[in-house]
C-alpha cells in the first residue's frame, strides 16, 4: 500500500521519544500497515500538525513499539475540537478502509471522534467511538460508511488524514494511535459508490452512501469480500482481476465511467446494476432500461416474485417496499424477465423487477433492507447467476455466521450461552433443538453442493438461535419502556388500535406519537394549520388516545417544535417568512424551515399549540421535541439583534461579528439564546400543570448538555432542576453499547432528581434489525438503573419484528 510521508525526516540528534510506562503494550497488528509511527519526535510534529488551538503531538514508545499521543487540551479552552491533520499520501481505492489502533485511558471528555480523509477539494469523513475495552482495541473506518463534505476527488488521491476528539466537556484528555493501516484487501467483488453525483444534487450523496452501504453490508453478511469504489476512482486497470461490478445507486455514472464498465463487461467482467443503467453500456448487456415509474398507490410495489425463466436460488417471495421503479425490457436473444414486481395484495403488476442478460442484472430499483433474509438470497442468487463460484463462497460464509450474535462470536459459545441464559426453560431449549437440526443439515448440505439450500438453513438457524436468545432474556419491573412514532398516523399498514396492542402485548407502557409541527397539526387545531389528510384520516390525537386508553398505554404528545417540517403548508410558511418570524443564519441568509425563538408571536405559538393538546385530550403527556436553534447558525434576524439589545441595554455596532468575537457579550447572547428556548418550556410546563396536574412534561435532547446549551441553546439540566421535566429522553444514538453507557453515565449525573429514559436508535443504526444490540443496550439502562428506556422508531420493522422478539423476553408482560 503506497504510502509516503511528505515532511522531510529531519535528523534528531537527541532522542526525545517518551517512554510511557501506564499505557499498556500495543498488540501486533494483523493487517497492512501504512504508519507505523516509526520516525522521530521532530518528524511526528511535522507530519501531525495540531489545528488551531490543539496542543501538539508526542511519539511514545512501548517494547519497540511506537504511538502517537494526542492532548485533548479542553480544560479552560475554547476549542470545540482537538485536532491534527496528518500528512500522508494514500492510495485506499482497493480495500475496505482505514484502519489503526487506539488507546484512550478516559474518553468521557469527548463527545465523539472522527477521522476525516481529505481529498481534491472536499473530504471523507468517518466517526468514531472510543471502544469499550480499557486497552488498545482496532478502530476501523469503513469508507461506505463515510460521509462526503464539499468535493473528494476519489479514495486514490487521499494527501491529509485528520483525527478529531471533539469537545464533550471541559476536561482535559488524552488519546493514543498506532499501527495505522489499511483492511479489507483482495476483494473480488467492486461496489462503485456513485460520489460524482454530490455534485450534481444536494439531496443525492445521502441515498448513494446508503444505499451502497445496504448492498456492502448484505455481501459482508455471506462473507463475500467486497471494495467499495468511488466512481472517482474506477479505471478498467483497477477492475482488472475482478469478478463482479455493482452499481447499487449510481444517478449519473459519468461518461469515462461508463466506458471503463464496457470495457470490463467486454472482457468477460459481470455486472449488477440497480435502478440505473448507462445508456452506454445497454448495447454492451443486451437490457434495455425505460422512465421512471412511480408507485400508484402504497404498496402497489411489494414484493419481488420469480418468473417462469427466474434465477436459480432465488426466493419464492421477497418482499420489498418500493416507492418507484425504473421501466425496463429484456431484448430477445440477450436478456430475459426474472423477476415480476407483485403489489401488496399478492397481484403481479406487469412490470419486471428484474431482467438477467448474459453479463449483466438489472434490478429495477435499489436495493432496500427490509425482508433481509430473502433479500440477501435474492442478491446472491442474481452474483451467483452471473459467477457461479459465489455460490460456494457464500454457502460457506453464511454457514460460519451462524452464532455469531450478541455476546457470542460462534456456533458453540452461542449455543452454550444460551444454553446456561435458559436455566431449563423449554421454549428456549426447543429452539435450540431447531437451530442445531438445521445447523446439521446445513453441513451436510455444504458436503453435497447445494449452495443455496445451504443458505436457506444456516439462515434459519441463525433465526432459532436469535429466537432462544431472545425469550432467554428477563424482564425487569416496574420499568417504563417507549417508542417514539415519527409518524402522527402510527404504523404504516396498521390502525392506531392495531399499533397500541402490539405494544401493549409486548409489555410496553407508553407510546410518544408526533402529532403536531411549528406549522402543523394532525388533529382539530384552532392553533396550529391542520394537515389535510385530517380531513380523510381523522384526528390522530383522537384515535391514538382512544387505542391507548383501551390497552393501557401513556400516551405522550410529541411536538417539533420551531421546525415546520414537511408537513407544513408551504402559504403558512411564506406567511411566518414575510412576518420576519422565520430565522436567519450568521451569514444573513434565509432558514425559512425553522421559526425564531426570539420572536414573541412564536413563543406564543409554540407554547399555545402545546396546551391546546392538553386542554382538549386527555393525555398523558407532552413531548418537546427540536427544543433548541438547529446549530450555532441561529437566529440573527433583525428581531434577534433588537431583542439582543433591549435585553442587555447595549446596542451591537457590529452585528453580528461581535456576538461571537467578544468574549463578554458572547457569554450574553448565549445566555438570551437559551432563555428564549427555556421560557417556553417553563411556560408549557407550569400552565399545562393547571390545566391537567397529573401531566407529565417531558423533552427529547440532545445527548451532550455542556456543550449543546451554547451551540444549540438547549440547556436541559436546568430544566431538570428546576422540575420544568418530568423525564428526559437524551437522544443517544449510538451502534456502539460502551459509548452508550458513558453517555447515560454522564446524563444520570445532570438530570440528577429527574428520570432519564435514554433514547436508543434502532431505527438509525447500520442494522436496524439487530434485536441482540438492543437487549444489550437495554441491559445496559438496567445496569445504570435508569427505569426506563425511549426507542426510535416505531414503524413496521418494530412492530412486525423487533416488538414479538422483546416481548417474549425482556419487556415479557409473564
Ligand atoms: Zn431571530
Known sequence: MPVRIIALVVACAVSSVTLAASVPSIPEPDYTIVDDFSYSQQTAATVW????????????????????????????????????????????????????????????????????????????????????????????????????????????????????????????????????????????????????????????????????????????????????????????????????????????????????????????????????????????????????????????????????????????????ASWNIRGASAVDGSSRVAAWWYNDKGRSTGKPAIIAGENCIFLTHVLLSDDSTNKMQLLLAMAGELVPELWHQAAVGCLDRVGRLGPYDNY?????????????????????????????????????????????????????????????????????????????FGVAGMTWDEAVKILADNGFTAVLPNMLWAGAAFYESDVLPVAAAVEQQGDQIDLCLAACKKYGIECHVWKVNYNMGWATDKDFISRMKADSRTQVRYDGSSNERWLCPSHPDNQKLEIESMLEVARKYDVHGLHFDYIRYPDNEGCFCSGCRRRFEETIDKEVRNWPAEVRNDDGLQEQWLDFRRWQITEVVAAVAQQAKKLRPDIKISAAVFRNWPVDRNAVGQDWKLWCDRGYLDFVCPMDYTDSSGHFQRMVEQQLTWAGEVPCFPGIGLSVWSDPSDICKLIEQINVTRKLGTGGFTIFNYSPNEANKILPLLGKGITSNE
Not at 468514531?128 to 464539499?150: H, L, M, Q
Not at 438453513?457 to 415519527?486: G, N, T, V
Request: hydrophobic share 40%; charged share 20%.
Open 412 to 488: 458453540d459459545s452461542a449455543t452454550d450461552g444460551i444454553t446456561k441464559l435458559a436455566s431449563g426453560d423449554s421454549r428456549v431449549l426447543e429452539a435450540l433443538n431447531k437451530a442445531d437440526s438445521f445447523h446439521s443439515e446445513g453441513v451436510d448440505m455444504l458436503s453435497e453442493g447445494r449452495f443455496s439450500q445451504v443458505i436457506a438453513a444456516a439462515e434459519k438457524s441463525q433465526e432459532f438461535l436469535i429466537d432462544a436468545y431472545c425469550m432467554a432474556q428477563k424482564p425487569l419491573l416496574p420499568e417504563h419502556r417507549a417508542f417514539w412514532c415519527h409518524s402522527a
Open 49 to 320: 500538525k495540531p489545528m488551531a488551538g490543539s496542543k501538539p503531538v508526542s511519539l511514545i514508545e512501548i517494547d519497540g513499539k511506537k504511538a502517537l499521543r494526542m492532548p485533548c487540551n479542553f480544560h479552560g479552552t475554547k476549542i470545540d475540537r482537538a485536532s491534527w491533520d496528518g500528512s500522508l499520501k494514500l492510495d485506499l481505492t482497493m480495500c475496505k478502509g482505514l484502519q489503526f489502533l487506539f488507546y484512550c485511558p478516559d474518553p468521557t471528555p469527548v463527545a465523539s471522534f472522527a477521522v476525516y480523509l481529505h481529498s481534491g477539494d472536499g473530504w471523507y469523513r468517518g466517526g468514531f467511538d472510543a471502544p469499550a475495552s480499557d486497552g488498545w482495541a482496532a478502530v476501523r473506518i469503513y469508507k461506505n460508511a463515510t460521509n462526503i463534505e464539499g468535493q473528494p476527488a476519489g479514495w486514490s488521491k487521499v494527501d491529509t488524514v485528520r483525527i478529531s476528539a471533539w469537545r464533550g466537556r471541559d476536561v482535559d484528555t488524552e488519546f493514543y494511535i498506532a499501527a495505522m493501516g489499511v483492511f479489507g484487501t483482495g476483494g473480488r467483488i467492486v461496489i462503485v459508490r456513485g460520489d460524482s453525483a454530490a455534485s450534481e444534487a444536494p439531496d443525492e450523496p445521502e441515498s448513494v452512501k446508503r444505499y451502497t452501504q445496504v448492498m456492502t453490508e448484505f455481501f459482508d453478511r455471506a462473507s463475500l469480500s467486497n471494495t467499495v469504489l468511488s466512481d472517482h476512482d474506477v479505471t478498467s486497470e483497477r477492475l482488472k482481476g475482478i469478478k463482479l461490478v455493482v452499481l447499487p445507486h449510481n444517478p449519473n455514472v459519468p461518461a469515462n465511467v461508463a466506458d471503463e464498465i464496457a470495457k470490463f463487461l467486454q472482457a468477460g467482467g459481470k455486472l449488477i446494476a440497480c435502478y440505473t443503467l448507462p445508456k452506454l453500456l445497454e448495447p454492451v448487456t443486451g437490457i434495455r432500461t425505460g422512465a421512471h415509474i412511480p408507485q400508484k398507490y402504497q404498496g402497489n410495489f411489494a414484493s419481488i416474485r420469480p418468473s417462469d425463466d427466474a434465477l436459480n436460488g432465488m426466493p419464492t417471495v421477497t418482499g420489498q
